[in-house]
């Protein structure tokens, strides 16, 4: 049933006036009074005595009487399922079934509704069905404001409420209370309330108890005493008072608590305890530091900041003071370190012509093997650190024009060595055709010629990093410039035969050359750096030729294996590089003067030097691809299955066209690779191997007699290696199902052979997130669930026979395997053995507890030199991510 605001102003008037004679819409109708004779004659006698100046114009009296101001400023819709009652007497309107009304911007909905017109309030509640069950509780919503309570009253004119056993979402946060007194639009104050983030209200597995609550929609909780309840059983864990922001915003400022514990080397310690800076919508700043009692300490900055459709990118700065010991006691030992990481990436749709990225890795060698933060032994292993910032830009002229401007750097963190180039320019302009025009059919040697032009600058260094970015660092820069023209076509013989020639031309300059000589005051052989400009200059010729051959075996449509398809790809090239050795010098290698040597002076350059002896080879190589077409397991489908036999087999070698025979050997040995794919492309399989076709004598040179004259096979092999990639899941099964990619953290590897990595900073679950429906019954849910599970398999095996050894250099296997023992358990093991050494390789052992609002997770590396173990509970919800519990140990890290 409907109806408007006619209806209601109708029944007001009946009730006021008395009198039906009259219909109107307007409430605020303006009543005119009727004047006596007596006032007339009053009147008229008091203007006659006035004075003139003061005789009104105007006779007309003005209304004195104030209009009653409605109690509806707005218009009221409502309707109910089984009836809209109206009693005029008691001026109630009672709507009883699925009941709704709306007013301005509230809405209500319950199975009872009862409107007061008179005390200008409504009441809601619930109502018993046939059963007997309290069903169709009230929903007040009021803007953004969901309550759901047991029953309400709400006063129109005031906007003030009083609830009873309201429920209400505000974020993360459940809340419920006994009473609710709503004393305008944006306070509330509740008595007996209890507030959580289990998705259960009415019978969550924890919450907050407290009697006195002030709450602010949208902004806060102010409450009064406080006491942690788990489980219905109250704990010790209590507050004079709380404050809880509830902001809208994605994030808001406040402290991070710290975690407690312990070592061994450095004594009691307090960890990640910082602040959370909201600074904008667009980036933010998280500030943490570590103590410990011997000294030590570490502090870290992080940030993250985002513009949409702009970019993106995160800035960390890790600084760690480790002190090992105490002072005084002969381990003592102190070590500075960092690591500095950024990211950055650009939104393509800004700017298509333009880009700019950073991908930032870079700081002490050996910070992730010392850090007192970072548990990954993925990152450990990892004996590189690289960085890239790069900058580009692309010119849409005729022909193309691409910019780009880059710093580079790259760490070997067991040496200590850093190579860096700051910066790196790079031009290249687009291909130009001199004899094809602009859109024409480019067939046949002259209009294919095509050439292009490329330059490169760099600036480079080589330090490491105790010297990085310190004035030693950049007194040893390498400054050079490089341009080339590299000239080429191709074109066809024969129909069935590619071919290609290439010719390229160098020109490479130099800031700084040598000058060698005899030093006969240190009785040694000098460099000397000479500062200036100097340059040399270079090219080369190339060309090749190759074909495709397709090869088809059947073996009839009635077999299960009905053809079989071998793709061969022979080619062969040519390359030819003059010697260049007019950039030749001699010097003297001792004080007689006899002793004649031949060196350049661009040796040591960043783009290397001109060659002394010219290169004149011949290379041979032949790709093959085996693929087959097998009966379809599925009786449905008509037409056969492909599948892939060898994704590539392939096969190459050179012939030096000016060997001696001597010094040098006309054959290169012959590199032997291919791969496949296996058990629906879960497995990979990839293998090499080096054949050599000439002997070696006892000191393990090659010698120019083939190893077939010296009694040996056609070929020697010297090397070969296999490597077998294999994982699996229980998603592979479910063809409705997608799959999660793990990232890297930290510098570690994608998958956990080696462990799940250990980021204190960053309590998360160690394993794929799942959604579960918390209210249905456990062993229901345990019946219906499907557990999910994967594993990766990876061995690798490594031969060597370079000296005759006919040794396994490596022979090792390594397993990851991760699973849910029940819906709420959960479990993963990675470990592996090394045949070689005859023992097991990193172990790590992981448990987790699906605890509801609660996460609790124990991860262990019983044995080795990253030996440790790590325990966590916590509340998942971030809101209230710092009520947890964290105890690790770990194996101290000395600082060596």
């Known amino acids: 049933m409907r109806t408007n605001i006619f209806n209601i102003v109708l029944i007001s008037l009946l009730v006021l006036s008395g009198t039906n004679s009259t219909y109107s819409q307007d409430i605020k109708k303006k009543s005119t009074p009727i004047p006596s004779k007596t006032s007339e004659r009053k009147q008229r006698k008091e203007k006659q005595n006035a004075p003139i100046a003061t005789i009104e114009t105007d006779t007309v009296q003005k209304d004195t009487v104030k209009v009653k101001k409605a109690f509806l400023e707005g218009k009221v819709n409502y309707r109910a399922q089984k009836y809209a009652k109206v009693d005029q007497k008691k001026k109630l309107i009672t709507l009883y079934d699925k009941a709704e009304l709306y007013y301005q911007d509230i809405e209500l909905k319950s199975g009872l509704i009862v409107m007061d017109y008179e005390k200008e309030e409504v009441y809601a509640g619930r109502i018993k069905d046939s059963t007997g069950k309290l069903t169709q509780y009230p929903i007040f919503k009021q803007g953004a404001n969901v309550v759901e309570p047991d029953s309400i009253r709400f006063n129109f004119k005031t906007k003030k409420a009083l609830i009873w056993n309201s429920r209400s979402d505000q974020g993360e946060f459940k809340i419920k209370a006994a009473i609710t007194k709503k004393e305008n639009d944006s306070v509330y104050f509740l008595k007996g309330a209890r507030f959580t983030t289990s998705k259960n209200i009415d019978n969550p597995e924890y919450y907050f108890q407290t009697n006195k609550v002030k709450f602010i929609p949208g902004k806060k909780v102010i409450t009064g005493?406080?006491?942690?309840?788990?489980?219905?059983?109250?704990?010790?864990?209590?507050?004079?008072?709380?404050?809880?922001?509830?902001?809208?915003?994605?994030?808001?400022?406040?402290?991070?608590?710290?975690?407690?514990?312990?070592?061994?080397?450095?004594?009691?310690?307090?960890?990640?305890?910082?602040?959370?800076?909201?600074?904008?919508?667009?980036?933010?700043?998280?500030?943490?530091?570590?103590?410990?009692?011997?000294?030590?300490?570490?502090?870290?900055?992080?940030?993250?900041?985002?513009?949409?459709?702009?970019?993106?990118?995160?800035?960390?700065?890790?600084?760690?003071?480790?002190?090992?010991?105490?002072?005084?006691?002969?381990?003592?030992?102190?070590?500075?370190?960092?690591?500095?990481?950024?990211?950055?990436?650009?939104?393509?749709?800004?700017?298509?012509?333009?880009?700019?990225?950073?991908?930032?890795?870079?700081?002490?060698?050996?910070?992730?093997?010392?850090?007192?933060?970072?548990?990954?032994?993925?990152?450990?292993?990892?004996?590189?650190?690289?960085?890239?910032?790069?900058?580009?830009?692309?010119?849409?002229?005729?022909?193309?024009?691409?910019?780009?401007?880059?710093?580079?750097?790259?760490?070997?963190?067991?040496?200590?060595?850093?190579?860096?180039?700051?910066?790196?320019?790079?031009?290249?302009?687009?291909?130009?055709?001199?004899?094809?025009?602009?859109?024409?059919?480019?067939?046949?040697?002259?209009?294919?010629?095509?050439?292009?032009?490329?330059?490169?600058?760099?600036?480079?260094?080589?330090?490491?990093?105790?010297?990085?970015?310190?004035?030693?660092?950049?007194?040893?820069?390498?400054?050079?410039?490089?341009?080339?023209?590299?000239?080429?076509?191709?074109?066809?013989?024969?129909?069935?035969?590619?071919?290609?020639?290439?010719?390229?031309?160098?020109?490479?300059?130099?800031?700084?050359?040598?000058?060698?000589?005899?030093?006969?005051?240190?009785?040694?052989?000098?460099?000397?750096?000479?500062?200036?400009?100097?340059?040399?200059?270079?090219?080369?010729?190339?060309?090749?030729?190759?074909?495709?051959?397709?090869?088809?075996?059947?073996?009839?449509?009635?077999?299960?294996?009905?053809?079989?398809?071998?793709?061969?790809?022979?080619?062969?090239?040519?390359?030819?590089?003059?010697?260049?050795?007019?950039?030749?010098?001699?010097?003297?290698?001792?004080?007689?003067?006899?002793?004649?040597?031949?060196?350049?002076?661009?040796?040591?350059?960043?783009?290397?030097?001109?060659?002394?002896?010219?290169?004149?080879?011949?290379?041979?190589?032949?790709?093959?691809?085996?693929?087959?077409?097998?009966?379809?397991?599925?009786?449905?489908?008509?037409?056969?299955?492909?599948?892939?036999?060898?994704?590539?087999?392939?096969?190459?070698?050179?012939?030096?066209?000016?060997?001696?025979?001597?010094?040098?050997?006309?054959?290169?040995?012959?590199?032997?690779?291919?791969?496949?794919?296996?058990?629906?492309?879960?497995?990979?399989?990839?293998?090499?191997?080096?054949?050599?076709?000439?002997?070696?004598?006892?000191?393990?040179?090659?010698?120019?007699?083939?190893?077939?004259?010296?009694?040996?096979?056609?070929?020697?092999?010297?090397?070969?290696?296999?490597?077998?990639?294999?994982?699996i899941a229980s998603s592979d099964f479910d063809k409705s199902s997608d799959k999660d990619s793990q990232v890297k953290r930290n510098g570690g590897r994608e998958d956990d052979l080696f462990g799940k990595s250990q980021d204190v900073l960053n309590q998360k679950s160690q394993f794929k997130e799942t959604d579960e429906n918390q209210g249905e019954d456990v062993i229901t849910t345990f019946f219906r669930s499907k557990l999910p599970w994967d594993m990766t398999f990876a061995y690798s095996l490594t031969y060597g026979n370079a000296n005759r050894e006919r040794k396994i250099i490596n022979n090792s296997i390594m397993i990851s395997a991760n699973a849910d023992l029940t819906p709420k358990w959960k479990a993963g093991i990675s470990t592996g053995y090394d045949f070689v050494q005859k023992g097991i390789t990193f172990t790590q052992i992981r448990f987790e507890r699906d605890l509801l609002s609660w996460r609790m997770d124990f991860n262990w590396t019983p044995f080795g030199e990253y030996s440790n173990w790590n325990f966590f509970i916590g509340i998942k919800s971030g809101v209230l991510s710092d009520i947890k519990w964290n105890k690790r140990r770990v194996n101290d890290k000395t600082v060596k």
Do not use: C
Request: charged content about 15%.
């Open 225 to 727: 005493l406080t006491n942690m309840v788990i489980a219905d059983v109250p704990t010790p864990i209590a507050l004079p008072f709380a404050y809880f922001p509830m902001s809208k915003e994605t994030s808001v400022s406040g402290i991070i608590l710290p975690s407690y514990n312990d070592s061994n080397a450095r004594g009691f310690s307090l960890q990640n305890f910082g602040y959370y800076f909201a600074l904008s919508d667009h980036y933010d700043l998280t500030v943490l530091g570590d103590y410990y009692t011997n000294g030590s300490y570490g502090m870290r900055f992080e940030s993250s900041y985002a513009k949409r459709y702009n970019y993106r990118g995160n800035f960390n700065f890790r600084f760690e003071n480790l002190i090992n010991s105490e002072r005084g006691y002969p381990d003592y030992s102190k070590q500075t370190i960092y690591n500095l990481q950024w990211s950055h990436s650009k939104d393509g749709k800004s700017n298509p012509n333009s880009s700019f990225s950073a991908s930032v890795n870079l700081g002490s060698s050996k910070y992730f093997q010392q850090s007192i933060n970072v548990q990954n032994l993925g990152s450990n292993l990892n004996n590189t650190l690289s960085s890239s910032i790069s900058y580009s830009k692309t010119f849409n002229s005729v022909p193309q024009v691409r910019m780009s401007l880059s710093a580079t750097h790259t760490q070997n963190t067991q040496t200590s060595e850093i190579n860096m180039t700051l910066p790196t320019l790079q031009l290249s302009v687009d291909r130009i055709f001199p004899f094809a025009k602009g859109d024409g059919i480019k067939k046949g040697f002259i209009k294919n010629i095509n050439l292009q032009y490329n330059l490169n600058g760099r600036n480079s260094f080589v330090t490491n990093d105790s010297l990085f970015f310190k004035p030693e660092m950049f007194k040893n820069a390498q400054v050079g410039m490089q341009h080339s023209i590299p000239i080429s076509t191709n074109f066809k013989i024969f129909k069935y035969f590619s071919a290609s020639a290439s010719a390229n031309y160098e020109e490479v300059w130099y800031l700084k050359t040598i000058n060698r000589y005899f030093d006969t005051n240190s009785n040694k052989v000098v460099d000397e750096t000479v500062n200036g400009f100097d340059a040399f200059r270079t090219y080369s010729l190339s060309s090749s030729i190759g074909t495709t051959i397709y090869g088809t075996f059947n073996f009839g449509d009635d077999k299960k294996i009905k053809s079989i398809r071998h793709v061969m790809r022979p080619s062969i090239s040519y390359g030819y590089t003059p010697s260049f050795e007019k950039y030749y010098d001699t010097y003297a290698a001792d004080a007689s003067g006899k002793m004649i040597k031949q060196y350049t002076r661009f040796e040591g350059g960043i783009y290397g030097a001109p060659g002394l002896n010219n290169s004149n080879s011949i290379g041979f190589d032949l790709s093959n691809t085996f693929e087959a077409k097998v009966t379809d397991s599925d009786s449905t489908k008509v037409e056969p299955k492909k599948i892939m036999l060898l994704n590539n087999f392939n096969l190459s070698t050179s012939y030096d066209l000016n060997a001696d025979g001597k010094t040098t050997l006309a054959w290169s040995p012959v590199r032997v690779s291919g791969g496949t794919q296996l058990f629906k492309d879960k497995m990979q399989v990839n293998f090499g191997a080096t054949l050599d076709p000439y002997a070696i004598d006892n000191n393990g040179n090659r010698i120019n007699i083939y190893n077939i004259n010296n009694g040996g096979s056609l070929f020697r092999m010297t090397s070969a290696n296999m490597t077998l990639n294999y994982s």
